[in-house]
């Protein structure tokens, strides 16, 4: 005998005490609620499914006509669709950019007219239910980092204009790298779950009491520019809060700062300095555009100069009751202050940064660049922007000839870049000091490690 | 004082820790190579090597380099004994005035300790912070692939073969 005698009578007395389990019931129970849930998964599964829409031949570029497609490439750069279409060193539409979410990574897909790769043979009808509806043309739900959650208020005609735009590009085969997603997010009929909860499908509607160009900066902003995606806080599933619309939020590891009446700027966004920082990527009363809003302002440059004046009457609207617009404050210069509290920032500043930045630089004089005060990044609440600069550096928006400013990424270390931070904090910016700045340099460090 | 640590010689510097290196390298090491172009960290003929990383040694103040080890390209060999960079250089006759080279030979060093198997592409983006007046461009460029290939390594997708 293998076990011996009393092994085998505490075999004997388990084996009984299971037969009871089965007898008293619990066993059935349990086998009920899990039909149950498995009958309700499957229900969730029904309703979640959606119908794959039929492919079609590539159609060729004689099919669209060339006022269509001007249109809508002008909608494309609005929509500043090449950010997350474009990889650092791909092909414009071909797809490959990371979407950093705090779930994980999702890529842009290619939306060149390749037939394998790309949506060459999506019809126009696959085309607008993936813009309104997040549903690709075979049938899988999409990420919200695809912002239909916006894309859904675009008029018939500006997505007929887009999808004349994007199938007459140049074709590209390139698949899209795989999401690094966690496994029960892969699962994508849950989207349809948070569909349920965080979105439902519209169309813009007018402000009869409100002007024609605002409402053109509202259906756009609204829509396609799609500011409120980084400008806007999200909640612990990563759906926009609404209640906190421009309230500020966050986009590759900057901050993008409130557009309503809590933003920081010390200078009033009119309608007009709008109207210059989106065309140049500078604002003489403000900064220049940074991190994200580089590109924003690359394509806005380019775009319909009207549409763009909506837009900047549309967002100077929602700054209208910012503190700046009431009334714009003395800058502040704490330079001794700031001297004694960070003795070791101000050293590495008038080593590293006073050639530009001092008042009377050469930079400052002849560049007509604006002081460090005037920027945003020194009065957020977040020191991410403000660490984001001086480690990566800042890239002309633009055009080559825009404002640049070299990375200190590789010159300083974390610490240093700290000891750096609270001194321009103390010097020129408002609110507290922030704090454990360290920490905040190694994360954004790491985060964005080219 | 600050001890500062160039070309694995230990320096005591007693000047305002805010100078940067630059000025340190040359007014007081005697170290020529690395040169002043724009002073504001824009055109990169002031490049030297911090931790293997290039710097632009005009916007980098002392204060910043305590326990750090800094590489100027006098530290990459001598005139008898060159190091792959500079052979490299002298072979592609790279240079046409000269004074972007140091900074060139720089960036091309680091790129090289980082992997000597760049992509044509990574190593144009290696370079493209530095700028150069004459135009020798593609002679630079001839240079760096000949020192990958020096190395052990070489471009990837080299746009053109070494000869």
């Known amino acids: ?450 | 004082m600050i001890e500062l640590e160039v070309n694995g010689t230990s320096h005591r510097i007693n000047v305002d820790p805010a100078t940067p290196l630059l000025y340190v390298l040359r007014d007081d090491l005697d170290l020529h190579a690395a040169k002043f172009g724009c002073g504001l960290g824009q055109c990169g003929s002031c490049t030297v090597l911090v931790d293997d990383k290039p710097v632009f040694a005009c916007i980098t103040p002392i204060a910043a380099l305590a326990g750090r080890m800094i590489t100027t390209v006098e530290g990459l060999g001598t005139r008898e004994a060159p190091g792959i960079v500079q052979q490299a250089f002298a072979e592609e006759q790279a240079a046409q005035c000269g004074y972007c080279i140091p900074g060139m030979m720089a960036r091309a060093e680091a790129l090289l300790r980082r992997t000597t198997s760049p992509s044509e592409a990574e190593m144009r983006a290696a370079m493209r912070p530095v700028l150069c007046r004459c135009g020798t461009h593609m002679r630079i460029l001839r240079a760096v692939r000949r020192a990958a290939a020096m190395r052990g390594g070489g471009v990837t997708d080299a746009a053109e073969p070494v000869r």
């Not at chain 1, 499908?201 to 259906?219: C, I, K, L, M, T």
């Not at chain 1, 404050?329 to 008038?350: I, K, Q, V």
């Open chain 1, 1 to 450: 005998m293998l076990f011996g005698r009393d092994a085998e009578q505490r075999y004997n007395r388990k084996s009984f005490l299971r037969m009871k389990v089965l007898r008293s019931g619990w066993l059935r129970w349990l086998v009920i609620v899990l039909a149950l849930l498995l009958f309700a998964f499957l229900l969730f599964l029904v309703w979640a499914h959606r119908p794959p829409i039929a492919e079609i031949t590539p159609p060729p570029r004689t099919a669209f006509a060339a006022a269509e497609i001007r249109r809508g490439e002008n909608l494309a750069r609005i929509g500043n669709c090449v950010s997350c279409h474009q990889s650092a060193h791909g092909r414009p539409f071909a797809g490959g950019y990371g979407v950093q979410s705090p779930f994980g990574t999702i890529y842009g897909t290619n939306i060149t007219p390749d037939a394998q790769t790309g949506i060459g043979r999506w019809s126009l009808e696959a085309f607008t239910r993936s813009m309104r509806e997040g549903v690709s043309r075979d049938g899988r739900h999409l990420y919200p980092a695809f912002p239909y959650t916006h894309y859904t208020l675009v008029s018939d005609a500006d997505l007929r204009a887009l999808y004349a735009y994007f199938m007459t590009r140049d074709p590209v085969r390139a698949e899209a790298p795989v999401n690094e997603l966690p496994l029960p997010l892969k699962f994508r009929p849950f989207i349809a779950g948070w569909k349920l909860l965080f979105f439902e499908p519209d169309r813009f509607r007018r402000d009869p009491d409100q002007s024609a160009e605002w409402n053109r900066g509202a259906y756009l902003g609204e829509g396609l520019a799609h500011c409120s995606a980084c400008h806007s806080p999200r909640n612990w599933l990563g759906a926009e809060q609404r209640s906190e619309a421009y309230n500020g939020g966050w986009s590759a590891g900057w901050y993008a700062p409130p557009l309503n009446e809590t933003s920081p700027a010390v200078r009033a966004w009119t309608a007009r300095r709008l109207q210059s920082y989106l065309r140049t990527g500078l604002s003489v009363h403000h900064a220049a555009a940074a991190g994200p809003m580089g590109p924003v302002t690359h394509n806005l440059a380019r775009a319909d100069e009207a549409d763009v004046r909506a837009l900047s009457s549309y967002y100077a609207w929602w700054m209208r009751d910012a503190p700046a617009s009431n009334r714009e404050p003395p800058l502040a210069d704490r330079s001794e202050t700031a001297r004694r509290a960070h003795p070791a920032g101000a050293a590495l500043f008038a080593g590293a940064c006073a050639t530009c930045h001092e008042p009377g630089a050469t930079m400052m004089a002849l560049g007509g660049r604006p002081a460090l005060p005037l920027g945003s990044p020194l009065h957020e609440r977040h020191p991410h922007d403000t660490i984001q600069i001086i480690l990566n550096g800042l890239q002309p928006p633009v055009d080559e000839a825009g404002p640049f400013m070299p990375a200190y990424r590789d010159i300083l270390t974390d610490r240093q870049v700290a000891q750096l931070v609270a001194y321009l904090r103390t010097r020129y910016g408002s609110g507290p000091e922030w704090p454990d700045l360290v920490e905040e340099v190694t994360e954004a460090r790491e985060n964005s490690a080219p």
